[in-house]
């Protein structure tokens, strides 16, 4: 069973820093790609940023280059997702995923409120 764990969530201001972390119930974590994706009011859930273990690559949505970095601690099996200069379009609920013979896991999400 596949159990993924979000906290780190908040509001915070413009221009400010929040630092998500995912803990995962997986079996060979340090195998899977992780990824972040968030899903705002009202629109579509988006991929953030994913990182894989095997070469260290990360990729980033356009939206958040330069000012998000994810990494991963495979030893206590957590992925995080290091978030500056924080916009008030980056409000949105945050999710933690891994995909499994082709099946999505997902986490319950945690609230991220960009807003002075």
């Known amino acids: 069973q596949v159990q993924l764990v979000e906290s780190g969530g908040g509001l915070v201001q413009p221009g400010g820093s929040l630092r998500l972390s995912c803990v995962a119930s997986?079996?060979?974590?340090?195998?899977?790609?992780m990824s972040w994706y968030r899903q705002a009011p009202g629109k579509e859930r988006e991929l953030v940023a994913a990182t894989s273990s095997y070469d260290g690559s990360a990729n980033y949505a356009d939206s958040v280059k330069g000012r998000f970095t994810i990494s991963r601690d495979n030893a206590k099996k957590t992925v995080y997702l290091q978030m500056n200069s924080l916009k008030p379009e980056d409000t949105a609920v945050y999710y933690c995923?891994?995909?499994?013979?082709?099946?999505?896991?997902w986490g319950q999400g945690t609230q991220v409120t960009v807003s002075s």
């Open positions: 995923n891994v995909k499994l013979n082709s099946l999505d896991f």
């Open positions: 997986l079996f060979g974590f340090s195998r899977y790609v």
